[in-house]
C-alpha cells in the first residue's frame, strides 16, 4: 500500500517551480541563429515577413486558443469494470483559474457542455482560482453544477495560495463534496465505487492510507488528485482510475518538441491518457491557466468507462 508522503514539504523547497523541455531551449537557440542569417543575408523583405509572422503566431497564441475550449469525449476501456459501472460517464473540469483573462467565459461555457452531456458524476481536480479577489465569484458558476450521483472535488496549490477555508466553505454551500484524503461510496445499478481524494502535493499534506481509512468493501476505486504525479502511489495502492490537472498540457506544444514547460509534481505525466501499472490515469489540458497556448487548447472532459481492454 502507498503511504503518507512526508517528503512532498521538503523536497518541494529544492524543486524548481517549473520545468523547460531541453528541446525547446535548443530549438529556440536555433530559431534565433536562423533568424539572425536569414535577416543579414534576406534583407528588409525577409525581416518583414518574419516578423509579421511572429505577429501573427503571437496573436493565435495569446487571443484566439485560450478561448477554444471544447469538450473533449473519451473512453476509457477498463478490465474487470464491474458490469453496474459499465457506461459509467464522469465530467472533469479542472484548472478554472478563474481571474486570468477568459477565465470567467471559458468556465461558464466548460458547465454549458457538461450539463449538455448530462455526466453520471461530476470531477472538480483543483486550482478553482487563480486571484484572491475571484473567490467572490466562485458561487456564480458553482451554482450551475449538478450531478445524479454528485459532483467532488480536491483541492489545487492555487486555492490554497489564495484562500482554502473560503473556497472550502463556499465548496460545502453548494452541495460539492470536498475529499481532502478523504473517500466517499456511491452506489450505481448494484455495483459500488469508492471516489478518493488526496490534498494538494504542493501545499497540502496528500495521504492515500486517510483517504482510503475505514472503507468499506467496494468494487472499483477512482483517485481525484490535482497533481499527477501520484499516479505511481496511487497505482500500487489498488486504484483503477486516477483524474488530475495541474499542468495544463504545457501551455504550449509542438510535434517533435512536446510541451513547452511543466510545473513542480507534473513532471512525469503531463497531458492526456496513461496506463500506470493497471492503473487508468487521465491528465486534463484544464480550462484556464496562462492566457497563453498554442498546439494544447482548453478542454472540459468527458470520460466513459467500458469494460475490457480496448
Sequence with gaps: MATTIPSSQTTTKRQPRLR??????????????LVGLASVYGGPVVVAALAGAGAVGAGYALAV???????QAYTLHVANLPEGLNGLTIGQLSDLH????????????????????????????GDLVQTRSAI???????????????VYAVPGN?????????????????????????????ERNGARLLIAGVDDHWDGQPDLNLALGGAPAHDFRLLLAHCPDIADEAAAAGFQLQLSGHTHGGHVRMPGLGPLCLP????RYDMGHFRVGA??????????????RLGCPPEVSLLRLRGGDG
Design 20 to 33: 523547460y523541455s531541453p528541446r525547446w531551449i535548443g530549438a529556440g537557440l536555433a530559431g534565433s541563429i
Design 65 to 71: 486558443e485560450p478561448r477554444r475550449l471544447h469538450l
Design 98 to 125: 478563474l481571474g486570468h483573462r477568459y477565465s470567467f467565459v471559458n468556465a461558464q461555457r466548460a458547465i454549458d457542455h457538461l450539463l449538455a452531456a448530462q455526466p453520471d458524476l461530476i470531477a472538480l481536480t
Design 136 to 150: 467572490a465569484r466562485l458561487p456564480e458558476v458553482l451554482k450551475r453544477l449538478h450531478a445524479p450521483l454528485g
Design 158 to 186: 492555487h486555492d490554497y495560495w489564495e484562500g482554502m477555508p473560503h473556497i472550502a466553505a463556499i465548496l460545502r454551500e453548494h452541495g460539492i463534496h470536498l475529499l481532502i484524503n478523504r473517500h466517499r461510496l456511491i
Design 264 to 267: 513542480r509534481h507534473g513532471w
Design 279 to 292: 492503473m487508468h490515469l487521465f491528465v486534463s489540458r484544464g480550462a484556464g491557466g496562462l492566457p497563453l
